[in-house]
């Protein structure tokens, strides 16, 4: 199969006069006539969509944009990749959808999950199919986690997101996203989280004199401290929604022998660092840990569908039949794609390309080291952000960082913003995304942060 949406099966993004074009806009205001509040990407990236084909995007008024945005990171290779779309309508035909009973579809995607992990790890891991979204899997291994241990203590890490549901927001560091719902779940502590890791998985010299990891060593040891043996400590191994923060080596790892020495169980949430989207299978596996809790979702059927599992020490397996349930944790067609997008990750050495891509971004961004706006540039595999800064107080450059997403849009690229009051701008491209296509959309991100001069900034801008 190798038909395209998109005409002429687009190679660069083209954009005609302003934005939102006509027919987006009126979609756009019907949009916020009558759909919730709650919306937030439309708000940003003012489009609306009509069609998608690997790294680009067609809106309704023909704009052609690359999208590296990617669903939220879901579409890891890309929009309608002929293989995926072609095993899900292979599956639509026989069955959509089986609760928890077995199927080959499920069993197939088991079988290719489980595969993924290392032999050693893989002996011991059991694997549980949540509801359809990554904070579902974070409610469920929660649930597992103070289930299995008899604790109800959760230890968390400031700049951490996990998911909008009640628990996964309570387990997140985001303040104002919690602010406005009374009661949430207790026994959450958060301590620091080493940020002084730079593109790899390892501490920069010079950079940062903080002991995170002896904060929670101290805390956990000391028993007039103030925190009960907790259920679980959950993790993330690049705090994404962050701003694409990368913990230090040593941090990670001290993580891993403090909470095995004590009993503790470590959830690792790998929902959008998983499946490829760092350069390995799991982000877990460069920082040389064995978790006892893996969260996975957004990619795991490299399309879009959706489906969640958490992966999971069998020795934790001590919850009761029914103990964490969802009507659509059988989706056969999120299967189905699942087990084509590792067959096709293999086929085509999809992780390579991650690796050989992000070293490409790193060269293509090195010139805004000289940007005295840009506070950081960092990535590790295909999930890259740009920091913005004011380059008199220092203070997150949230302004400029919108702006930057809006000349972006304008030149088209599609780009999210994160971090500390949203003045990150992140990327997360498909994982087979194309040389030429990093090198396009670099251009226009490089030329887009250039211009965005801050208000308050009177500085020359930097030789180009």
Known sequence: ??????????????????????????????????????????????????????????DVDGNVFIDFLGGAGVLSLGHNHPDLVEAVIRQLGSLTHGLDFPTPAKDAFTEAQLSMLAPELRRRMKIHFCGPTGANAVEAAVKLCKIATDRGDIVSFRGAFHGSTHAAMALSGLVSQKAPVRNGMPGVHFFPYCSCGSGTPGPVPGRCTADCAADLERALHDSNGGIPPPAAVILELVQGEGGVVIPGRDFVRRVRSLTRSLGIPLVVDEVQTGCGRTGTWFAFEQYGIEPDVVLASKALSGIGLPVSVILYDAALDTWAPG??????????????????????????????????????????????????????VRGLGLMWGIEMADPDSGRPATTVASAVQSHALRHGLIVERGGREDAVVRILPPLNVTAEVVDTACAILVEAVFACRPASSVRPGPAR
């Open 323 to 376: 103990a964490h349930i969802g009507t659509f944790r059988g989706n056969q067609l999120a299967f189905a794609a699942g087990v084509e997008a590792i067959r096709v990750i293999r086929r085509d050495g999809v992780l390579a390309n991650v690796r050989r891509r992000g070293e490409q971004i790193a060269d293509r961004l090195a010139v805004l080291s000289g940007c005295p706006w840009v506070r950081e």
């Open 1 to 58: 199969m190798t038909t395209f949406l998109l005409p002429g099966h687009p190679t660069a993004p083209h954009v005609m006069g302003d934005l939102p074009g006509p027919r987006s806009a009126a979609l756009l205001s019907r949009q916020e006539r009558r759909e919730s509040n709650a919306r937030t990407y439309p708000r940003h990236l003012p489009i609306a969509l009509a069609e998608g084909d690997g790294s680009f995007v067609r």
